[in-house]
């Protein structure tokens, strides 16, 4: 069986799809109309479904009993003024579609309604999960996995898998891997404090600027001399805010930054060496006050799962075209999900010629042929899954 020849015979829809959710985009938890296209469509499938999972979440189950595949798309856009001249282009003023999670929610109502058409689809379920806010965190500190999981989106669910659309790797190319692929990545903010006055006269005062020196020495040492060389591991200060005048001193000094690892342990390491590299104004008679944002946890990919992505994806785009990339330092809220069940992502190239045009930026695009692919690879996983998880409980 190779669904690349469904999902073809419903490109026009995929892409009519994409384009409608790419003119209408919808920042994470405001994702209304969205879902409400997402729920009518999979009605009109003949698929059941659950709406406000999730504060603007959105479940549809096909099938019944064991075993149970969840495949999940993020449906929210970004705060960026699109640049792109299309006739599709966004017509929210200062929201867009710039990371292709129109795409991803175009492909899974592609893949429920071929799974649905499918005659000879094998037992158990099939769960599609379209997930809200993937992008940002709630004023709890949740984004959209997080709530879908809180209302027990992923349970009695065997494996979950989903896709990333990468703008910038050719269109026909799909990276899966093994293990970690993606950063934890969280968030800090500090504040140096010493004792501002007049910059003729510094030993009067505690120069919050020289301070600073001395940590950022210390900061950008964690990486290479606390962490273990094999572990990946970055931490970058991102502002630095302080002063007003050349000749005064002022109080303190405010910076904030990155702090990101792929492991559990080396992110709890992280967290207690930048403490440390604080700490240090502290015997020069400075003090600080250090907070961390926990972001999301790595993305693990589970090898058996990912296995079957590999699989399928060898019979839609080719073995020679199934590569593997390795992981990024980037982060993905998927990472909630896989950590609460086994669960692979895969990326699949939709790269538009040579062009670069990077996830994030005012001119991101993609390159709708790879449309059909991942929704292809993603309901050829899930049949795979439902048969490689029958025999077991
Ligand atoms: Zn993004
Ligand atoms: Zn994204």
Redesign the pocket.
């Known amino acids: 069986m190779n669904l690349l020849e469904h999902t073809q015979r419903i490109e026009e829809q995929l892409i009519a799809w994409r384009r409608d959710l790419h003119q209408h985009p919808e920042l994470g938890f405001e994702e209304v109309r969205t879902a409400t296209l997402v729920a009518d469509t999979l009605r009109s499938f003949g698929i059941a479904v659950q709406t406000q999972v999730g504060k603007t979440g959105v479940i549809g189950t096909l099938g019944a009993g064991h075993p149970v595949i969840g495949i999940r798309a993020?449906m929210d856009a970004l705060p960026i003024q699109e640049a792109n001249d299309v006739p599709y282009a966004s017509a929210a003023p200062g929201v867009m579609h710039a990371?292709?999670?129109d795409a991803h929610t175009a492909m899974l109502l592609g893949v429920a309604r071929v799974l649905s058409e499918l005659p000879d689809r094998p037992p158990g379920t099939v769960r599609f999960l379209f997930q809200p806010c993937?992008?940002k965190q709630d004023a709890d500190g949740l984004s959209g996995a997080s709530r879908m999981i809180s209302d027990h989106a992923l349970a009695g669910v065997d494996a979950v898998i989903a896709l990333?659309i990468a703008s910038e790797a050719p269109t026909g190319i799909v990276i899966i891997d093994d293990g970690p692929i993606h950063a934890a990545a969280d968030a800090f903010e500090a504040v140096i404090t010493g004792k501002g006055g007049h910059g003729a006269y510094p030993h009067q005062g505690l120069d919050p600027i020289y301070l600073l020196g001395l940590v950022i020495q210390a900061i950008y040492g964690i990486r290479s001399r606390r962490i273990d060389p094999t572990q990946p591991a970055v931490i970058s200060i991102g502002s630095i805010h302080t002063g007003t005048a050349s000749n005064v001193i002022p109080d303190e000094v405010r910076l904030n930054g990155t702090i990101r690892s792929l492991s559990d342990d080396i992110r709890a390491q992280l967290h207690t060496e930048l403490e440390h590299a604080f700490a240090i104004v502290r015997p020069l008679g400075g003090d600080y006050q250090l907070t961390i944002q926990r972001g999301y946890p790595p993305l693990h990919n589970d090898a058996t799962i990912a296995g079957a992505i590999r699989a399928a994806s060898g019979e839609i785009v080719g073995a020679e075209r199934t590569i593997r990339y390795g992981f990024s330092m980037g982060a993905?809220d998927f990472a909630y999900m896989t950590r609460t069940v086994p669960g692979a992502m895969c990326f699949v190239g939709a790269q538009i010629g040579s062009d670069m045009r990077p996830?994030h930026s005012p001119i991101f695009n993609i390159d709708e042929n790879a449309l059909k692919i991942g929704a292809a690879v993603l309901a050829q996983s899930a049949v795979r899954l439902l048969t490689q998880l029958a025999g077991q409980s």
């Open positions: 993020d990371c292709g999670h993937e992008e990333h993905e996830h």
